[in-house]
């Protein structure tokens, strides 16, 4: 299922407000390093998809607005149907110039901006003349006359390449000019142009390294900085499918990219809090909390998915879209209806990461313990299993399993542990344990829980 999310307020006045992942330190600390730069330069910031990168892009460009920058935001993945990225890029500076403050500097700015427009054209890519077109029937037996026309018709097209490449180093000179002309006019107060380009990682590969390619030959002026938000192994897949799966990829970027930024691991359980708070729950959860055995259940769901989300290590995306499929399956369970929120969230994960072990489950062909060390062994640590988390978990499994399996005896195995002489006291705590919690599950909800939610799952699977 393919959810919508919400997406993140980012307002002009505060652009951090709902910065859910506390990344207001980068952008201080990249505002810094940018305000001191004088020559041009192409920063990347790197970061794997889902990590929240777009968003902090997007606010990082609004904070710079507000500490007196000229900055504008370009989504590179929205134009990349254009033939020549150059043109892209010129156009953006023309549309973002409303939003920069010139004053009375704003007609001649826009003056030398159609210089530097007018100078570029030599630059954007043009058809291919018709002569390469017609040479290309080269390869068939055709009449020697037609040969010789093609003969001379590629000659002319040769003599042709050579004057523009004379031209096209004149044009070069005349285009820097122009747009250092504009970019002193436009920043009166010595601040760098900071141009944000994102989801370059996202376009075909050859817009990729035309953007690249503009960014770092073209518009290598003075006071002018990129700021690329990429994945760079993302960026290295589509280097490759131009160059070949021998190319140096980090060699080959180099060329390109004076600084890397890395951005910090985001604080989970921070951005798992405020992605609930986005779906607005509050007022589901508090018309439960009247019934008996609900109040800790909003609660419950946070620190159940902090757990686990924490173990897995999965992607920004991935967890926004879990929540989002918690948020359905609440959305479709009455505010009296038992929600279960430990065992929910383990299943909605379990049915994401591993639809098998999601199928044994549900339908009773797996014990509670091999289940359970089956979606251990997807985590990064062996903690997990001994949290309070997972032995609630654990112990909803056991009784579903008895109710799905009536020979099944859940309380005979861990009476056994107890009781044996081969057993150590944390393990026979921990049996004891289970056995108290199996006991008062089993009294209060005397029915299979697991298929009682299957079918809310189920069911918020078919919205779109």
């Known amino acids: 299922m393919n959810i919508k999310l919400s997406p993140v307020k980012i307002t002009k006045e505060n652009p951090f407000q709902n910065d859910a992942l506390n990344r207001l330190e980068s952008a201080e600390i990249l505002t810094q390093f940018v305000s001191s730069l004088d020559q041009p330069y192409v920063i990347v910031i790197d970061s794997p998809w889902g990590t929240g990168k777009t968003t902090f892009l997007k606010m990082w460009q609004l904070y710079l607005k507000e500490k007196g920058f000229n900055s504008l935001y370009f989504n590179a993945w929205e134009t990349d149907f254009k033939d020549d990225a150059l043109v892209a890029l010129i156009k953006e500076i023309e549309i973002n110039l409303d939003s920069f403050e010139l004053g009375d500097r704003n007609s001649e700015i826009r003056k030398i901006l159609q210089k530097v427009k007018k100078s570029s054209y030599v630059f954007v890519k043009k058809a291919l003349p018709t002569a390469v077109k017609i040479a290309t029937y080269g390869a068939l037996d055709i009449e020697k006359t037609v040969e010789n026309t093609i003969a001379d018709t590629t000659e002319k097209f040769i003599e042709e390449q050579f004057e523009e490449y004379e031209k096209t180093k004149e044009s070069l000179s005349s285009f820097k000019k122009n747009l250092q002309e504009f970019i002193k006019k436009l920043n009166p107060e ?28 073209l518009f290598s002026i003075d006071k002018i900085v990129f700021v690329l938000g990429i994945d760079k192994e993302q960026v290295g897949h589509s280097l490759k499918t131009i160059y070949g799966e021998g190319m140096n990829v980090d060699g080959y970027l180099n060329r390109f990219i004076d600084y890397d930024y890395h951005l910090p691991e985001p604080d989970i359980k921070t951005f798992v809090e405020h992605t609930i708070e986005r779906h607005k729950l509050d007022d589901f959860f508090t018309n439960r909390e009247r019934y008996n055995g609900f109040s800790n259940d909003n609660n419950l769901i946070k620190r159940t ?65 091999d289940a359970f060390q089956s979606f251990q062994n997807t985590l990064k640590t062996k903690s997990f299993a001994s949290t309070h988390f997972a032995k609630v978990i654990k112990a909803y499994m056991e009784v579903s399993m008895m109710y799905a399996n009536r020979e099944y005896e859940p309380l005979k195995k861990y009476n056994e542990i107890v009781s044996s002489d081969k057993t150590n006291e944390i393990e026979k705590r921990s049996a004891k344990f289970m056995i108290d919690l199996i006991g008062k599950i089993e009294f209060d909800h005397s029915f299979n829980i697991i298929e009682y939610l299957v079918k809310k799952i189920e069911i918020s699977y078919q919205f779109e």
């Open 190 to 217: 010595d601040k760098p142009l900071i141009f944000v380009i994102d989801e370059l990682d996202r376009c075909r590969p050859d817009y990729a390294v035309q953007v690249l390619e503009r960014a770092k030959h």
């Open 305 to 369: 998915l902090v757990e686990i989300f924490t173990e897995l290590n999965l992607s920004l995306r991935i967890v926004e879209q879990l929540i989002s499929q918690i948020v359905i399956v609440i959305n479709v369970t009455k505010e009296n209806q038992h929600l279960y929120p430990n065992l929910l969230c383990f299943l909605i994960i379990v049915r994401k990461i591993n639809p098998a072990l999601y199928k044994q489950i549900t339908n009773s062909e797996i014990s509670p313990d």
